[in-house]
């Protein structure tokens, strides 16, 4: 697909403190555009509330970051609209009910109406419903999902995605909109370590492609920008070690999402 220009992240003395104490607090670093960028570390170290505050989804509280040349925290709503959500708990879920081809039908209706310029308005809803397709397709491809690969190809449920397979969804979905920065939650979490490797090889591709990533993950690839975090006191987790979507929708909440 066409590559964007990937955007520059920087944070410096980046944190976010809400009434139950700080949910990462202290972090900087800097990634050049187009960098592979993983947020390491244990489940509720405030690993999905920081790539929800370098987004612009969360307002942080302490310190500042830039990402593509806006400063954070104040520009959350610019931020917005160059950056994409993959699949995060509690905010950018697939939904197991729907099909694969539903999701992409509603993706592209979401692109047709809000992702094009005004003077794409005045094209013919045909050529405007061609050229949201041809966006999916090529969404699709950066991601590696072959649907003719699937059970029952876009007929298949999310409630019957392989891990990996869910993961390549969620990554598509949010290339429609042709992101320079794309975040992408628990991406180790679940896979098998041949999976995992082709989940990294994704991420990968798309950050030489152009595109910055950041991505969650409990152990970081060599050759990634790794920035860490460390958890709070009281961090509650699942029995299976994952953050609770209870404690992502507080954090949310507490933190005031944009």
Do not use: N, Y
């Not at 969360?58 to 400063?71: I, P, Q």
């Not at 590696?144 to 409630?159: H, I, M, Q, W, Y």
């Not at 979905?173 to 679940?190: E, G, I, M």
């Amino acid at each position: 697909m066409d590559s964007p220009h990937g955007a520059a992240l920087s944070a410096e003395d980046f944190g976010l403190e809400g009434p139950r104490g700080w949910a990462f607090q202290g972090v900087g670093f800097r990634a050049a555009p187009g960098s592979l960028v993983a947020v390491e570390g244990p489940s509720g170290s405030g690993r999905t509330c920081l790539l929800l505050a370098l987004t612009g989804r969360m307002r942080a509280t302490s310190g500042h970051a830039e990402v593509g040349g806006e400063r954070l925290p104040g520009r959350l709503a610019a931020v917005r609209r160059f950056s994409a959500l993959g699949p995060v708990p509690g905010v950018s879920e697939l939904d197991p009910s729907l099909t694969v081809a539903e999701h992409l039908r509603e993706r592209a209706l979401l692109q047709r109406l809000f992702g094009t310029s005004p003077r794409a308005l005045l094209r013919s809803r045909a050529t405007r419903a061609a050229a949201a397709k041809a966006r999916v397709d090529t969404a699709l491809e950066a991601a590696g999902l072959d649907l003719a690969a699937l059970p029952k190809a876009e007929r298949t449920s999310v409630r019957d995605l392989e891990r990996l397979e869910a993961l390549r969804l969620s990554v598509a979905l949010a290339l429609t909109s042709r992101p320079r920065l794309l975040a992408v939650d628990d991406t180790d979490l679940k896979l098998s370590p041949a999976d995992r490797a082709q989940a990294w090889e994704l991420l990968r591709a798309l950050a030489d492609g152009g595109t910055t990533v950041l991505a969650v993950c409990s152990e970081a690839p060599e050759d990634a920008l790794t920035v860490r975090t460390r958890p709070s006191a009281g961090a509650r987790t699942d029995a299976d070690g994952t953050t609770t979507e209870k404690e992502t929708a507080d954090a949310i909440a507490e933190a005031g999402r944009a």
